[in-house]
């Protein structure tokens, strides 16, 4: 199987006064997902992660994600745009009092209309409202394009990169309708 080289860039903000906020439009809310059922967290991250290569919770049991979701300090996120999911992510609460954006990301369907910035904002939001110390995510060459640009403009700054390799395969569409006959 051939490798690919990625580059992973680890973003941090260190006061909530550095966060260039975007409101969310007035047809998009942020949910807190606290009874987040264990079919509803597979799917957030099956359907977002699909294009991105996320492939390490897909393996998950039951058992698995369901200690996920009950750990102490983490907690789901939901972007909603007319009733509809359009993203989420995941905030996890460290040891060291920082809060980490763990996962991050849209539906395919809502990619491109502005939202990753609106949601961004949100994220950051609620995790200073957790009394961060800081706040923190990493990205990768492997995620969307406008996701380095996107953190940067609302205000995150680069402390770290790291490469790696990782399989080379393309990306499935979420809703790729079948071949025809």
Not at 64 to 79: E, K, S, Y
Not at 139 to 167: H, I, M, Q, S, V
């Amino acid at each position: 199987m051939t490798e690919i080289d990625v580059v992973r860039t680890y973003l941090e903000m260190n006061s909530p006064s550095q966060l260039k906020s975007i409101p969310l439009d007035r047809r998009a809310h942020v949910e807190h997902a606290v009874a987040c059922t264990v079919s509803f967290f597979r799917y957030l991250y099956r359907e977002v992660g699909a294009q991105y290569h996320w492939r390490d919770r897909l393996v998950w049991t039951d058992e698995q994600c369901r200690a996920r979701l009950d750990t102490p300090g983490v907690a789901i996120w939901v972007l909603f745009t007319e009733g509809t999911p359009a993203g989420y992510f995941e905030l996890e609460k460290r040891g060291d009092g920082s809060i980490e954006i763990v996962y991050f990301g849209l539906m395919p369907e809502f990619v491109g209309r502005g939202l990753g910035k609106q949601m961004l904002s949100a994220a950051v939001e609620r995790a200073w409202e957790m009394t961060a110390s800081r706040v923190w995510l990493h990205t990768c060459t492997l995620d969307n394009p406008a996701a380095l640009p996107n953190y940067l403009k609302r205000g995150f700054t680069a402390f770290k990169t790291e490469t790696f390799t990782a399989p080379a395969h393309v990306p499935v569409p979420v809703s790729a309708a079948p071949p025809p006959a």
